[in-house]
């Protein structure tokens, strides 16, 4: 009777050691998890967005269903309100910058910075001319990232002020943008396009 008692003592220790190894492993996924989850969501909310391009507006530099990550180090919401904070750079002019739709914040546009603060943009006979302080006479923008076949459309004159942007997709002829209606204020910005991450073939830090 004795020994019968001491086999059921040491069967039970046996399955108690196996399900404290099967809880422990389930413990330590948990853990891992919830590291992962405390390191990955700040990256996520404050520094890096996935966004999928849609429609050809910046083509042929960004196409239709590409994924990229955008960098939005340096804007800080505060208040409802966004603040430039950032420690390297401002927007600078040839950027390829995602922001609200001015018309409609629930849309997300990709567009390329062509104007900045506190100038003055002409468009003419299919080329684009900045004006500012240092610049009072105006010089044409270089844009080296379009095709040759592909020019700028409409005529114009717009002026810009001090928290805004003049944005415009690369497909010139197949864009709605600031020449439509008209600059966006840093406050509509996200952040710059930092990487392209698909297709892997066209991957590419910009």
């Known amino acids: 009777m004795e020994e019968i008692n001491l086999e059921k003592k040491d069967n039970y220790t046996e399955r108690e050691e196996v399900y404290h190894g099967v809880g422990g492993?389930?413990?330590?996924i948990v853990?891992?998890?919830?590291?992962?989850?405390?390191?990955?969501?700040?990256?996520?909310?404050f520094l890096f967005q996935p966004f999928?391009?849609?429609?050809?507006?910046?083509?042929p530099n960004f196409k239709n269903g590409e994924y990229l990550i955008v960098n939005e180090l340096g804007?800080?919401?505060?208040?409802?309100?966004l603040t430039t904070i950032h420690p390297?750079?401002?927007?600078?002019?040839?950027?390829?910058?995602?922001?609200?739709?001015?018309?409609?914040?629930?849309?997300?546009?990709?567009?390329?910075?062509?104007?900045?603060?506190?100038e003055e943009v002409v468009?003419?006979?299919?080329?684009?001319?900045?004006?500012n302080e240092e610049n009072s006479k105006g010089f044409e923008v270089k844009e080296d990232y379009l095709p040759e076949e592909i020019m700028t459309t409409g005529q114009g004159k717009y002026n810009i002020d001090e928290n805004e942007y003049f944005v415009m997709g690369d497909n010139r002829s197949h864009s709605s943008d600031s020449r439509s209606w008209g600059p966006i204020t840093v406050d509509d910005v996200i952040g710059k396009v930092f990487i392209r991450a698909w297709p892997i073939g066209e991957a590419k830090v910009f």
Do not use: C, W
């Open 25 to 28: 492993f389930f413990v330590e």
């Open 31 to 45: 853990k891992i998890f919830l590291l992962a989850l405390i390191i990955i969501t700040p990256i996520r909310v």
């Open 52 to 59: 999928f391009v849609q429609g050809a507006s910046m083509e």
């Open 75 to 81: 804007y800080k919401k505060t208040d409802l309100k």
């Open 88 to 118: 390297f750079k401002d927007i600078e002019r040839g950027d390829v910058i995602i922001f609200r739709y001015p018309n409609n914040p629930k849309q997300f546009f990709i567009k390329r910075v062509i104007g900045l603060p506190g």
């Open 123 to 131: 468009i003419k006979k299919g080329d684009v001319y900045v004006y």
